[in-house]
């Protein structure tokens, strides 16, 4: 097996364990923000193991990567911008948040932070054109995951829930 066919591996596994970490904060939370949240975040992981798992599959095959365009399921949207963050002009509501909940937000900060770290890295492993384009929008994104909650951990600690983003209304799944 290639280095790229174990990172990708590696990667797969890593994106699994972020959804199952989202299911969980969506599991005990009783914010129905917060929930939202979760629940998005845990989609988002579920269709970058779609993307990898294809293009693991291809690069078995091929050695190379396929355009992440032909990848029915990847659901890969774009990068949070700091932007789309709300402000804390006014002070948000009581939150409900446990210390529970706030221990697995940091959990995966850390992870969402070693995740783009690992795609970044793995893009500079590759010669594979499209491959290092997917990968770097990867990080990107788990980089812009990262930004999020980090904000969101900052407005629950001044006393609030989750702040929602348009993006966090879930589209019903196929």
Not at 107 to 136: H, N, P, Q, V
Request: aromatic share 6%; charged share 30%.
């Amino acid at each position: 097996m290639t280095v790229i066919e174990n990172s990708l591996n590696t990667a797969i596994d890593a994106e699994k364990e972020a959804e199952k970490l989202y299911i969980e904060a969506a599991s005990i939370t009783s914010n129905s923000n917060n929930k939202q949240v979760y629940l998005w975040l845990a989609r988002e992981e579920i269709g970058h193991q779609i993307l990898l798992s294809v293009e693991l599959n291809n690069y078995k095959k091929e050695h190379k990567f396929v355009s992440k365009k032909q990848v029915k399921g990847a659901a890969i949207s774009t990068s949070i911008e700091h932007s789309e963050f709300p402000s804390f002009i006014q002070p948000p509501k009581k939150s409900d948040t446990t210390a529970t909940e706030t221990d697995i937000i940091i959990r995966a900060m850390k992870a969402e932070a070693e995740a783009s770290s690992f795609y970044k890295d793995l893009a500079g492993k590759t010669s594979d054109a499209e491959g290092k384009c997917i990968l770097k929008e990867l990080a990107q994104i788990e980089k812009g995951h990262l930004a999020l909650l980090t904000e969101e951990l900052e407005w629950m600690n001044k006393g609030g829930g989750m702040f929602l983003l348009r993006r966090f209304t879930l589209p019903p799944q196929d």
